[in-house]
Every structure is written in structure tokens, then in C-alpha cells.
């Protein structure tokens, strides 16, 4: 079956333009989470979807970031004018609200990228 | 605030020693789940844990929780170059069940 998939798996951007990273989860999965993660680090939360549910925005670092969950399926997290502390990986999981596997997340390949 | 701390950060050692990995906390956990993560892909779950002491092995990957529910430990006997790759905890929030705290990671190298 399809896992959670990521799109780009890198991206090159110049300082001061807005990318845009896409998340696809697993069918069926309510929940959704996007990390940062810098230089082979700890993963730093950003955002936490769960159905319909008004997401918890607590580890967005800046009013530059931001992130939308359509349909309950796809998120899009968007970086506006871009930093180079921007620089990092970008990590999307999803997990199940139920059953066995509640509270596992299972992750994507994550998006690479780099502010230059 | 980092609430979960990970013990060493970079470990490197050869293949056939034995090594333990520590996650510690002063916050209390619903459970705690042990991730790894190879270069160019997402963590991928070894294992969750539950139970205050609970002892759980995985091959030959021990993995226990700590009495109180705050901290963990990692045992690898007879390390092998596969075993490469970062080891993340993660501790669930009682506050918030879907709510997961990550450790700020072990990068565990094995030489031949």
C-alpha cells in the first residue's frame, strides 16, 4: 500500500521567495503532523492536524509559515519569504486516530531545502 | 524547551560492542516510542513501550521504561554496521494524546 508521500523531495530556493511543500498521508489517516528537522537533528513539531479539528499551530516558528489541510487528505505547508535559517528538512507524517497504531506516525521522505 | 533529552548525541564503535542509548525526561509519558532513521528517509517505529518498567526485545535491540514513565533506555548487543542510523525517542503527552515529543536524537555510526 502507499505510504505518506512528499513533494518535492528537494527543493532550491532564493532568499526572500515562497516555496510550497506537499504532503500526501496515508488513506484513512485523520491525523496529520509536519516536523523540521535540521542537520541530521531531533525533529522540531511545527503543526498538528486531526479531522476537522482547528489545528494546533503552537510549534509554527514564525507568521512566514503556515500550512493548510484540505479535504482532510493532502496538506500544503507554505514558507513565505524565505530565510536561510530556513534551510532544513521537512517532515510530513500521518497516524490513525484509532486502533492499534493510534499514536504511530508514519513519515514521509521528506522535502529538502535549501535557502541560498 | 527540549523535555526529552537523548544520551550520547554521536556514538561510534565497532562492530560486535554493545551499547545503550538513554532518553530522559522530567515530564511523565503515556507511552514512549523508539524511532530510527536512515539518511534520506522519514523515522520509521522499532517499538513502543507502555508500561512503567516495561522491558521489550527486538532481536537484539532491548528496549525498557523507566519505573516513573519519564525516561528510557536503548540496549544493542553485538552492534552490527546495519544498525547505523539515528535513534529518535518519542515521548505521548498525557495533555495530548496525539501530541508527540521528540528526543533530540542518538547518531549511532558501527565500523566494520
Known amino acids: 500500500g502507499a505510504g505518506v508521500s512528499q513533494s518535492p523531495s528537494n527543493k532550491v530556493t532564493e532568499k526572500g521567495k515562497d516555496v510550497e511543500l506537499r504532503c500526501d498521508p496515508i488513506?484513512?489517516?485523520?491525523?496529520l503532523y509536519w516536523y523540521r528537522q535540521s542537520l541530521g537533528q531531533g525533529l522540531e513539531f511545527l503543526i498538528y492536524?486531526?479531522?476537522?479539528?482547528?489545528?494546533?499551530k503552537s510549534g509554527l516558528p514564525s507568521d512566514r509559515f503556515s500550512a493548510e489541510r484540505t479535504g482532510g487528505s493532502v496538506s500544503t505547508l507554505t514558507i513565505q519569504r524565505t530565510q536561510q535559517e530556513d534551510s532544513a528538512v521537512y517532515l510530513c507524517?500521518?497516524?490513525?486516530?484509532?486502533?492499534?497504531?493510534?499514536?504511530?506516525?508514519?513519515f514521509g521522505a521528506g522535502t529538502r531545502l535549501s535557502v541560498l | 524547551t527540549q523535555l526529552l533529552e537523548q544520551s550520547p548525541q554521536f556514538l561510534s564503535i565497532q562492530e560486535g560492542e554493545n551499547l545503550t542509548v538513554y532518553c530522559n525526561s522530567s515530564?511523565?509519558?503515556?507511552?514512549l516510542q523508539w524511532y530510527r532513521q536512515e539518511p534520506g528517509e522519514g523515522p520509521v517505529l522499532l517499538v513502543t513501550?507502555?508500561?512503567?518498567?516495561e522491558v521489550k526485545k527486538l532481536k537484539r535491540l532491548t528496549f525498557q521504561f523507566g519505573d516513573a514513565r519519564k525516561d528510557s533506555s536503548l540496549h544493542i548487543t553485538a552492534a552490527q554496521p546495519g544498525d547505523t542510523g539515528l535513534y529518535l525517542c518519542?515521548?505521548?503527552?498525557?495533555?495530548?494524546?496525539?501530541?508527540?515529543?521528540f528526543g533530540s536524537g542518538t547518531r549511532l555510526s558501527i565500523r566494520p
Open positions: 507524517a500521518s497516524s490513525p486516530d484509532r486502533g492499534y497504531d493510534k499514536n504511530i506516525q508514519y
Open positions: 488513506s484513512g489517516h485523520t491525523a
Open positions: 492536524f486531526q479531522g476537522n479539528s482547528a489545528p494546533d
Open positions: 515530564s511523565v509519558f503515556s507511552s
Open positions: 513501550v507502555v508500561t512503567g518498567g
Open positions: 518519542a515521548g505521548v503527552q498525557y495533555s495530548s494524546a496525539s501530541k508527540i515529543i
